[in-house]
């Protein structure tokens, strides 16, 4: 069985964001999957998304258009939580992520 590569995009200007990247990084991992963690700042350069089979962010909408710029280039899914202020884009909560 290939594992699945997700990468974890977290938005480092968002309060806790690191502590529930932690928390989906072990769910996944016990579920077999490989996890990067991407800490965004708004001001980075791309990563190669063709190399994941889906992404999660961690941020706004602003994290989340970053993400979506880069995996729709290769068909890649995209999973955002939202800790923004209004979640236009991102409108999974932190405490719903893993309904």
């Not at 928390?23 to 791309?46: H, M, P, Q, R, V």
């Not at 999660?56 to 280039?73: K, P, Q, S």
Request: with cysteine; proline share 4%.
């Amino acid at each position: 069985m290939n594992m699945k590569k997700v990468l974890l995009i977290i938005n480092i200007s968002r309060e806790d964001s690191m502590s529930l990247a932690e928390e989906i990084s072990a769910y996944l991992k016990s579920k077999k999957y490989d996890i990067t963690f991407f800490e965004f700042d708004g001001f980075c350069e791309n990563v190669p998304f063709d190399k994941y089979d889906f992404v999660i962010t961690l941020g706004g909408d602003g994290t989340v258009l970053y993400a979506a710029r880069n995996c729709v280039e290769y068909n890649v899914p995209l999973f955002p939580v939202n800790f923004g202020q209004f979640g236009f884009l991102a409108s999974v909560q932190p405490s719903t992520w893993k309904k």
